[in-house]
């Protein structure tokens, strides 16, 4: 049966997008997970992926065209399935058209928007808030934190809650002015997008009914209270380990929800990552259990009998289970997808140092300028890119895409995983001016305040673990980028110079093309020039 595929909300204040570029035309096979469109929304333009598969059979958009969020983009079905009931409206979503769109969701199990999914009869100035999708690629959210508590008056513009999606912590704010009624997601609490988050309406208004109906209707994650309980991490296979633990004094573990989530504030959480601590052997002091600051600071683990007097190894085997957060599970998809899709082989080199050890002990010398070895290398890169748009490119289905500008993705370690915050048009910023700029994103990356806009629309990618003593290594493609290089440890060895052993400074460098786009011979140039740079910085600044 023919799907109707509607304008998606691409960020949390999108009201309308705008159709850049099709990437799938009318007759075209389409799988799950197929980039359909770019789509220019108020922040971005972003890539848009399909959730069915079936045969593009209509586009209801054109190139440059724009729509509100929720009208017919596009239909996907069976090949030569007559779908002349579905355009009656002439291709916007009429009565018609919206019965259609929500017996199609229903068919294919996925959850139906506030309007379709919410009981009719809803009690007059009653507004039913959704999870919002925040990000492209995000299909569901968890409430990291509520701002509002039920009762509270919220007025438009407010923030009602953080939202953790599969690339950040965002602030969620409220479209509506009213009473928060009812919380349909407590902290820590994961739902599908669409799902009940929220209901606002006027003060003193019952809306029992309304999540009942909701919930029914659109079955999302599960909402009940979670229940007080001790989560007992033991393997069955050790019954002796469960029962010391049993008789032991230690304070039963924090509650947990049905999916192992922990009741605890982000910033308990921040100071648990920090210290290395196990959050589900933490007693919580606070509302319901939940673990609050003092909680970590005044935490001490328990001493096992094994760690006093005369050591007797107990055999027995241990472990945690940690749930994957919404970064981790897209890092792994978006990884997988660019291993198994994009053809990848790899340039090794090994740059002389000293010139660029030289140029950046002077340049630091200027008062209140300090410049790293990676902000040279991200600058070396793009004007070598510039030289070489063949590595700048990006592969699709039907082209390739040589960019003429130069966005450079600059990896950064967080705690849940990596975020690649981009450096806009590195190639026009002086070196200072980059170092500030990757300081800024490195810094708002580790505290989750990335928007999507900052980690998009990357043409290339510096991937640096020399600062942690590598010497070498190889990344997987940030796709669809057509390259990423990987930078090493400057090291101290003896060298070859004019047919002497000296004492020199070297650093390796692997890159990593995709040889859809990237042959062997241009990705070898694109070194040379590259080494240009880096061995004698001072060209760049010519």
Partial sequence: MAIVVNMPRLSDTMEEGTVATWLKKVGDKIEEGDILAEIETDKATMEFESFNEGTLLHIGVQEGETTKVDELLAIIGDEGEDITSLLNGGGNASAELKE???EAETSSEEIPDASAAASTDLPEGVIVVTMPRLSDTMEE???ATWLKKVGDTVEEGDILAEIETDKATMEFESFQSGTLLEIGLQEGESAKVDALLAIIGPTGTDVSGVAANFSVSSEPAKKETPKVEAKVETPKSTPAKAKTETKSKTPAPTPVTENGRVYVSPLAKKLAEEKGINLTKVQGSGENGRIVKRDIENYEPATSAASVGKFVPSGQEDFDDVDNSQMRKAIAKALTNSKFSAPHYYLSVEFDMENAMAFRAQFNSIPETKISYNDIIVKACALALKQHPQVNSQWFADKMRLNNHVHIGVAVAVPD????????FANEQT??????NVKDLAGKARNKKLTPDEMQGSTFTVSNLGMFGIDTFTSIINQPNSAILSVGNIVEKPVVKNGQI????????SLACDHRTVDGATGAQFLQTLKGYIENPVTMLV
């Fill in 100 to 102: 259609e769109v929500v």
């Fill in 141 to 143: 959210g968890t409430v």
């Fill in 417 to 424: 995983g990596l975020v690649v915050p981009v450096v806009r």
């Fill in 431 to 436: 070196l200072p001016q980059i170092g500030a």
């Fill in 502 to 509: 000296v004492v020199g400074h070297t650093m390796k460098l």
